[in-house]
C-alpha cells in the first residue's frame, strides 16, 4: 500500500512551459484534491474531483487544469507556466462521504518557475 | 469566507517545556476542525480533530478542545520532545466529510535538547 505518490519531485520550467504534475492513490478514495503551499500562507485549495469524471475549482484554480478519468489518478496541468506559479504542490485524497475524514497527503512537488 | 489564524512562528522551546499554538477562525456554518502535522521533507499528516463543540482531539499528547464561544481550537501538549519539531496547520472543513480544507497559514515548532 503506497499511499499518496506524486512525481516529480522537483521541476524547474521556463515560463510559458508546460508540464503535469502526477498524483495518485491506492486507497480506492473518491475524494481527490490538490493544494499549493506557501510560506505563511497555508495550503490552499486549487482544484478537486469527488469521483472519476468529476472536477471541480478549489480557491484558487487559475492557470490550472485537473482531469479525473480513473479513480486511482489526479494529474494537475499547468499550460503555460507563471512565476507566481512557483511553489510546493500537495496531492490528497480520502473517503468522500466519511464524516470528518482524514485527508492522506502526498510527499508534495517542489516547482520553481523563472 | 472561512478564514483561520494561528500564531506566527517560529516557536522555539526547550525539551519538556509546555507547548500552546493558538488557532482561531472564522466560519458560516459548524465546521470540524484539525490540526495537521508537517514534518521536514514530508506531506501533511492528520494529528487530531473534532467535529462539534466542546469535542476534545487527542493524539501522541497533544490535545485541542473545540471552543465555539471563542471560535478557538488551540493545540497544547504538556512535555514537548525533539521529535516534535515540525510545522503545525491548523484547518476547518464545513462539508460532512472533512474535505475543502481551509488552513491556517502554519507555526513551526524548533524543540532545543
Known amino acids: 500500500n503506497a499511499g499518496v505518490t506524486q512525481t516529480p519531485k522537483f521541476q524547474v520550467l521556463k515560463t510559458g512551459q508546460s508540464m503535469t504534475l502526477q498524483c495518485a492513490q491506492d486507497?480506492?478514495?473518491?475524494?481527490m484534491s490538490w493544494y499549493r503551499q506557501d510560506p505563511g500562507m497555508g495550503l490552499r485549495l486549487i482544484h478537486y474531483?469527488?469521483?472519476?469524471?468529476?472536477?471541480d475549482q478549489g480557491e484558487v484554480p487559475n492557470g490550472y487544469n485537473v482531469s479525473r478519468s480513473t479513480t486511482e489518478d489526479f494529474p494537475l496541468r499547468l499550460l503555460s507556466a507563471a512565476p507566481s506559479q512557483t511553489s510546493v504542490y500537495f496531492c490528497?485524497?480520502?473517503?468522500?462521504?466519511?464524516?470528518?475524514?482524514?485527508?492522506?497527503f502526498g510527499p508534495g512537488t517542489r516547482l520553481t518557475v523563472l | 469566507g472561512n478564514s483561520v489564524t494561528q500564531m506566527e512562528g517560529p516557536v522555539t522551546l526547550s525539551e519538556e517545556a509546555f507547548l500552546t499554538i493558538n488557532c482561531t477562525y472564522t466560519?458560516?456554518?459548524?465546521?470540524?476542525l484539525f490540526w495537521y502535522v508537517q514534518y521536514p521533507g514530508e506531506g501533511l499528516q492528520l494529528l487530531l480533530k473534532a467535529t462539534k463543540a466542546d469535542d476534545k482531539g487527542s493524539n501522541k499528547g497533544f490535545e485541542a478542545t473545540y471552543r465555539k464561544e471563542t471560535t478557538s481550537f488551540h493545540l497544547e501538549k504538556g512535555s514537548v520532545q525533539v521529535s516534535d519539531s515540525a510545522v503545525y496547520f491548523c484547518?476547518?472543513?464545513?462539508?460532512?466529510?472533512?474535505?475543502?480544507?481551509?488552513f491556517g497559514g502554519g507555526t513551526r515548532l524548533m524543540v532545543k535538547p
Open positions: 486507497m480506492n478514495h473518491e475524494y
Open positions: 484547518a476547518l472543513s464545513e462539508d460532512n466529510a472533512g474535505n475543502m480544507l481551509t
Open positions: 466560519a458560516t456554518g459548524y465546521p470540524s
Open positions: 490528497a485524497s480520502s473517503y468522500a462521504t466519511r464524516g470528518a475524514d482524514t485527508q492522506y
Open positions: 474531483s469527488v469521483g472519476a469524471g468529476i472536477t
